[in-house]
């Protein structure tokens, strides 16, 4: 499916479920059995782990519709480049949607500076240097910082990966940042 269908798909679907209008689709017995025989993704979504962006749910798709890699933060790393050029390369898909959200905590903490234990201060370390340029004092700092995120996760992605670039020299794939309101259920594209 070139990226164009598969973007108006995606959007499509989001604008069922903000309105609450979904249609569920593909989630019978008949479409399971299916799905046996391969999956087909029309797209792929790196979001955030957060448990308010479920992807299935807030795009309006079913079994076998979107191929999806989460992280706190959408933070990426070899892994996650990797599970995407599969998505890319083996699977065929044509879009990849970068879906950072209102209030994420990751982007929070690191912008607060938040002393973290463990394993976290890999994320702050991931983040930081999208969040560098931001002005922690201007109006809606978060939000901007979550956007700027989200906009920097999608060139790295392209940066990193030359699988990734490749196919989106050639037109067979399209990176496209975006941003989901938690109180409308809406994603606004960010480029
Ligand atoms: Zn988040």
């Known amino acids: 499916m070139h990226h164009q269908k598969a973007l108006k798909q995606l959007i499509e679907g989001n604008r069922r479920f903000a309105a609450m209008k979904q249609k569920h689709p593909h989630q019978t017995h008949a479409h399971r059995q299916e799905l046996v ?13 957060d448990s308010r962006v479920p992807s299935e749910i ?8 979107l191929f999806i890699v989460r992280t706190a933060g959408h933070t990426i790393d070899d892994l996650v480049i990797a599970s995407l050029e599969y998505a890319v390369f083996v699977l ?26 463990g394993h976290l201060p890999a994320l702050a370390h991931h983040l930081n240097p999208a969040l560098e340029s931001i002005d922690t ?6 939000e901007t910082a979550i956007k700027i995120n989200s906009c920097y996760t ?5 940066n990193h990966s030359e699988v990734l ?14 941003y989901y ?9 960010l480029a």
Do not use: N, W, Y
């Open 37 to 49: 025989e391969g999956q087909h993704p029309f797209a792929a979504i790196l979001s955030c782990s």
């Open 165 to 178: 670039r490749q196919a989106t020299e050639a037109d067979q794939l399209r990176i496209v940042p975006a």
């Open 154 to 158: 999608a060139r790295t992605l392209i």
């Open 137 to 142: 004092q201007a109006d809606h700092a978060i």
């Open 92 to 117: 065929k898909v044509s879009l990849i949607m970068v879906v950072g959200h209102e209030q994420c905590g990751a982007v929070t903490a690191v912008l607060t500076g938040q002393e973290l234990p």
């Open 181 to 189: 309101d938690l109180k409308t259920g809406v994603i606004e594209l």
């Open 58 to 65: 807030v795009f309006d798709q079913g079994l076998g519709d």
